[in-house]
């Protein structure tokens, strides 16, 4: 690692977490890289969770909570923008895990290659799973045999967008792998100006998707680190696995139509807006 100790802030929205709330708080706390600001976003839990977050805040000097009344995931998100102080910027879900070694390889990969952002890969896991990835989280990944340096991220977030292009790419030898987004916001380290005058939209669901484009615009190099980092849990009630009402479809088919028209303005045709 660099002997400089940039400050990252890691950014948590929180609602109604309390089952696996702490599994996530910890593995961010047990992190190898110790100099993080963790801003822990209540927004307006109706469960324990605001409590068992005030308890963090109690315990370690490093967790900030914010409480605000509940207006959403972007409301959450960018009041942890607002908030925080670091260099370097990293979100997680309320309820997955990080590896303990997350932010520490997405620091070294982002410094060494100067790109503007650095990511890693990610693996699902299920309810019944969670002590053991809680305890693989805990033991660390191995150092990363491969970091790939690429440019103009929008355009490989539009043209590889599908587990088997992922696959024949890599079989014809074109790192395909490495060049593969989906919208989410973890398992990513962002240099800090990259948000500056940027903000997610709020009251909407599929914010991620609103901000993608207009996001990857904005940076010149990607590093990806060839190991999984962050741990993604499927549960039921999430908002990803339960939500089926009209405004959520409403949401995410007008942002997969500002996603398209965005990246025609950029003269990248959007594949994965085609495909979807």
Known sequence: MTQVSPLVSIIVPVYNAEKYLRYCVDSILR?????????????????????????????????????????????AQNAGLDAAHGDYIAFADNDDILDRRNIELLLHALISTGADMSKARWRQFGVSQIEEVAMEAREGAAEPEH?????????AYQTVFCKSLRLIGDKLGHNTEARYFNEANWCRLYKRELWDGLRFPEGHYAQDIRMAGPLYARMGKVADIDCV????????????????????????????????????????????????
């Not at 600001?37 to 977050?53: F, H, K």
């Not at 790939?148 to 355009?155: D, G, K, Q």
Request: aromatic share 12%.
């Open 147 to 155: 970091v790939s340096v690429f440019t103009n991220p929008l355009n």
């Open 229 to 276: 980092l962050y741990y993604w849990l499927q549960e039921p009630d999430s908002v990803t696995h339960s939500k089926r009402t009209a405004a959520f479809w409403h949401d995410n088919v007008l942002s997969a139509a500002e996603n398209f028209q965005f990246t025609l303005e950029q003269g990248i045709t959007p594949c994965r807006n085609y495909f979807g």
């Open 31 to 75: 992190q190898s890289y110790e100099h993080l600001e963790i801003i822990l976003v209540d927004d307006g839990a109706t469960d324990s969770s605001p409590m068992i977050l005030d308890e963090y805040q109690r315990r370690d000097n490093r967790v900030r909570v914010i409480h605000q009344t509940n207006g959403g995931i972007a409301k």
